[in-house]
């Protein structure tokens, strides 16, 4: 080999010019004879030994005779000898490695002539004109004749001289001793053109199996395959092998290399076993093409390349299970390899970049593999992996927490921590390793503990702006609480919650900024002079931190994990105020240090923190936070307890008596059979009956005293006694009133039906009928409306709904209001025949703070308004036309916008028949918009729009009226929001009258189009600016449609006299 890469095209006999690569092919072609149809390996003829001499013979007539091959002759004279073997070969007597060794010669002699001209200077293209090919460019042609005789070279050559084991066939066999040398010089040919990129590509694509099979034989094999060849030409042929694995595509060499190897199902049937040796030295190369720079990926794609799932489960099952087995290959140290730790080193690296890969079709089979690759890893070298695989997955989410220094020092405010594509690449991957992979070993577990707090944060800031990132960070959090033990759940929660300093958060001086592809950056936060804005933030980001917690808890209740959570937050508040009562406070005793005054801001802090999660999460997960009895024991006897330890007593005391009822009620309700309990149940359940036996002697109310007592009683016995009292504390909670001495919350068939009292979002339930029925009585403080006498007119069921119409609890004040409106709209004669003392009732409540209360009487006036308009709408009108002065002037103000929203609700619900009630509802929808009260000046112009937009044609003249309103209000009111909706009215009107418009506004049309131009070009707020485009498009497209109105295609038949 060293000779032929040495060698110089120089030949005997200057005086002939060197041939041409056409003149090589065509001798090629003389010496193969005709090709076949095809160019398929198949396609090719079989060369009888016949024909390959005669092909010889006319090579040998055509170079001596024919004028122009002088030069092909010298130059392949000059080539055989150089290459003694192949010279004597071609003037040998077998016919085969004859012609294999004239092939040979001549595609030397193109090899040289190609090398020769590819260092020759290229000529400089024309003006204009594209860069002409290459010298050494072979045409089509001739390429497919190189191909041809690359084959044959191979088969005739190559493949007859291979040893058992390393290629497909015993070939036409070689004599006896003669096998090494002819293998040696056919290799070397073949080595040397694969140096020449015309020539090797051809050659290595189609055949680099054979030719490393040559190689590694001569290179690696026992001496007894290499007889006649020498040390010196075995050590170039090693180094040959390495050449040309390092210059081909390496997943191609991985392949090849696997298939030498011995894989069963792409060696050849009839090639057998590969032999020890051959297998011990490819697995040795394939290590090498493992550790080089990017050999990982090499490997992977090597062993998966053409495999992208198949289409059925069964390949799809296949490819999953080549894709484990390269990640555990991945994962075994070569025996080569120095050290473990080197090992590492230089792999981790690359199968994190495996996640990375932007190809869709391999994609998934990279992650898989390396996901596989890291747990398995994790599972084997958990010290090795921590360091060189989860720390670089983590370290950008590790950069901005707080446990890690900053150098801030060398940060100015606004200094990108940590980039946005950076960022998002994190999380993606924490995706594809931690929940994808789904392994919940407690190194993974413990690794990604460290930085939840940080993937929190961003959960919340994705939550509260547009960004791709909420989704992946909420499937981590989530997973993390479902994989780990629920104590450590719990725990993570806590920190989370910013109640222990468990769970490491983001840096105090990082700030987490939008991204402008979707994402986000950690940046250095500037820090605010402005005290009371810094708070502001503060705040801010705690109430924001509560709602995403109790958003992601919502995920949990199947689980369990949100109620337990909910629980330990009741038992840290009875720990909180116990530790607050046992404290004394530094403003009682001016003595006290400065470290006390920071213990009692601290724990005052920490009261209020537990006490806005006991909110939120009574608000987010409390209707289904219970999942079993144990959650429900647990939870009454965090009350309990806390009721024991502190009575009700002060500002306080109504709430905490509302939540000790509640819990009472709610273990009530499941003995009395809300909930189908088993003996394993009763077990539980008697973990209360030292609290409630405590609650019944220390508690200062006696008929909670005496509640506490019955519950004892029923549990002990396991409910087979069960007093009365209990009926009534259930049905408090399932919105029932059992009947008098009834046993269970389910009340007597004779009863008049109560209204329903669902469960408050609050956690807070309806008071007992007989106790609302009392306070009903006494005397109300306050200036509280009086429920309305029914002076024995009214039937016990409606009296009774009347009475709770006015129950200080606001969810059984509104269950009455919609059962009351649910009788208005059954037309029930008892109902219809107290129509003003409903009346009077729904407008009493319409004044009620509770949005739940006045929505619900809302509806009732509605109803009762549209069943008889003539005698309520009047009503309604003077009311909301009424003014109030002095201190209530804000309250009445609130209240006359509820009334415009029931009068909207009636002009709905009449539809044409608004049109008799026209003049009066214009006319106190005017005198509205006059009001000094800016929200109430802005809510009759949208009921005044509704109003004409439900009128259309029947506006009339009362047009006129409305436009100047409109536009006096649109140009000369100093609040944006009140002249917004001005300009609202003209929007809907045209929307609404669309074809109608030119119609119905003829004669104002010009003055609306003049108004909509003056606010669009002298109009400051935006919103309003906009209304006007939006009026000013619907006039446009309504004015085009009445000047150019669409064509009709119509055929009129017309029979002619």
Known sequence: MAALAGSSPAMAGEAQPDPEPARVVEALELLLGPPSDGDSPGSEPALCPETLRRNAAALEERLSRAAGWAALRQLRAAVLSRAPALAAGAAGSEPGWAAACGLLALLLCLKERLAALAAAPAAPAAPGAPPPPGADTLSVGQERVVRRALRAAVGLGLLPHLPPGLGPGP????????????????????VELARVPALGAPLLSRHLRLLLSGLCGLGHGPAALCQGVSEAERAQCREALRDILDRVYQPLAVQELLVLQGQPKQRSVSAG?????????????????????GGVQAVVRGVLEGTDGGAGAEAA????????????????????????????????????????IQDKVAARQFQRVATTTLLTMAREQPELAQRHLLQPLLAPLRRCSEATELALEDLTAGAVVVPEAELGSCVEDMVKVYVVGNDSSSLLLGSLQSVLGVVFSLYSFAKQNVSYLRSPCQDILLWFLEKAEREQSLAVLQGLARLSSLVPTLHP????????????AVVVGETSSDEDEALYQKISLEQCHVESLVELLSHCQKSGLAGDFFIHCLKELTQVAAEDEAAPSPAVEPAGSLLELEQHQARQGRKLLVLQLVAALCEGVSDTVFTDIVQVQEFVAAVLHRACAHPARGPGAAAEAQTLAMAMGLVAAVLGGAVQLKSSDFVVLKRLVPLLEELSRTYPEPLTQELAQDLRIAICTHGACSPGSLGTAAGSVLGREPGPGARSPAGPPGTAPSPPSPQHRHGSPSARRDRSREQSREPRASGAPAAPSADGAAPPGLQELLVSAYDPQPPARAAALRCLASLVTQRDPEALRLQEKLLQVFLENVQHEDAFVYLSAIQGVALLSSEYPERILPVLLAQYECRAQGTEEAMAAVTRMKLGEVLMRVTRALGDMVFQHREPLIRAFLRGARDPDSALRASS????GELCQHLGFQLGSIIQEVTCCVTAIARTDPEAEVRRA????????????SEKVTEVLQDVLRDLYRLLKHVVTAERDAATVLHAQLALEELDTAVRRALFPPQTLQKKIVVLP
Do not use: M, T
């Open 509 to 520: 001086q990082c700030q987490l900024r939008v991204g402008s592809e979707g994402g986000a």
């Open 982 to 993: 001005a300009v609202h009215v003209v929007v809907v009107l045209l929307r609404g009258l």
């Open 317 to 356: 099952a296949l490819d999953w299970r080549k894709c484990d087995a390269v990640g555990k290959i991945l994962a075994a140290c070569p025996q080569q390899c120095l050290s473990l730790e080197d090992y590492y080193r230089q792999v981790c690296p690359q199968i994190l970049d495996l996640l990375h």
């Open 171 to 190: 070939g036409l066999g070689p004599p006896p001793g003669a096998r090494g040398a002819r293998l040696f010089a056919a290799v070397a040919a073949l």
């Open 941 to 944: 112009l949208s009921n005044l």
């Open 273 to 293: 076993a590969a032999p020890a040796w051959l297998r011990r030295l490819c697995g040795h190369l394939l290590s090498e093409r493992l550790l080089r720079p």
